[in-house]
């Protein structure tokens, strides 16, 4: 899915609405927290925890890894990001206050994240998943892919 270019408006948006979501929930939007967030939604791929740290220090230089660390594990209680396994990173949801998806699409190469909606085919895991006993500890799957841009560019089409 080719990132589109957020304006400044769109990113603005999307802070009012994560804000919006917070007080609907009486939790508090801290400004480490809004900067966090604003640095993934800026992003548009996934970032990991050190590089989101070297970006809070370049605006606070005293930052240390545990204030990134609670403002992500609150960003993801929240919904209002992902954590991505597949690369070990975090993403914005750029759907909050839009339609629910239950699949996140993640180039292990680069980075960036499709957020889809399929529910007969989360549906379908899920019954696969079940007849083997097991039970999904998330409502969303993560799918491990290669974007057409990465793909293009790979040596070993």
């Known amino acids: ?8 408006q769109a990113i ?3 802070l009012q609405n994560a804000e919006i979501l917070c007080k609907h929930r009486q939790k508090r ?9 604003e640095l993934l939604i800026r992003a548009q791929r996934g970032l ?4 989101l740290l070297d970006q809070v220090r370049a605006l606070q230089p005293n930052a240390a890894p545990p204030t990134v660390y609670r403002a992500l594990d609150f960003l ?18 750029v759907d909050v206050a839009g339609e629910p998806h239950d699949l996140l699409v993640v180039c292990t190469q ?3 994240v499709a957020e889809l909606s399929a529910p007969t085919l989360s549906q379908q895991i899920n019954d696969c998943i079940l007849q083997a006993g097991f039970a999904l ?4 799957t993560e799918l491990r892919a290669v974007c057409l841009q990465c ?3 790979s040596p070993h089409r």
């Open 76 to 93: 993801t209680e929240l919904g209002l990001i992902h954590r991505l396994d597949a690369i070990n990173a975090w993403t914005a949801c």
């Open 110 to 112: 680069c980075g960036s």
């Open 48 to 51: 990991k925890a050190y590089e």
């Open 1 to 8: 899915m080719p990132i589109h270019v957020l304006t400044p």
């Open 151 to 153: 793909h293009k560019s």
């Open 29 to 37: 939007l801290t400004p480490i927290r809004k900067q966090v967030l």
């Open 12 to 14: 603005e948006q999307q």
């Open 137 to 140: 500890s998330s409502n969303e």
